[in-house]
């Protein structure tokens, strides 16, 4: 079964690498997205995510476990809400298959599907302002 969280502090990567790394695989495959200092032609100070949280874990898990079915892995999935710093990560995905190739189309699957699916929702700020991305692109500037 899958694992999946919304958390507020700093994600720990060891834990979900732990949980799908059973003696059954041969391959985890491991996603960190990070908060950079760039985006759209401007300097980012740091990222802020919201979501409604109860929703946010069951599209999660809808995901991870789509997934768990159609590669035959285990999943663990978690997203960081909140403020995060430049560097910092915002969601790290854990895949553990018997083979790497089933471990990389799942955790592809994975960060594609949340991206475009779960209602997580990101604010870039910038010195001068900031703007609400859905997606690629931008939905809202303050």
Request: hydrophobic share 45%.
């Amino acid at each position: 079964m899958a694992e999946v969280r919304i958390v507020t502090t700093p994600i720990a990567i060891e834990p979900l690498q732990h949980y799908v790394a059973t003696t059954a695989c041969g391959a985890v495959c491991l996603f960190v997205g990070q908060t950079r200092n760039h985006s759209r032609g401007r300097s980012v100070r740091f990222l802020e995510y919201d979501a409604y949280i109860p929703m946010a874990e069951r599209e999660l898990l809808r995901v991870a476990e789509t997934a768990e079915a159609r590669w035959n892995c285990r999943v663990a999935i978690a997203h960081r809400i909140g403020r995060v710093e430049v560097g910092e990560a915002s969601v790290a995905i854990a895949v553990g298959a018997a083979h790497r190739a089933e471990a990389f189309e799942a955790c592809r699957y994975c960060i594609d599907t949340l991206k475009q699916d779960v209602p997580i929702w990101k604010r870039e700020m910038y010195a001068e302002g900031a703007c609400w991305i859905e997606g690629d692109r931008v939905v809202g500037s303050s």
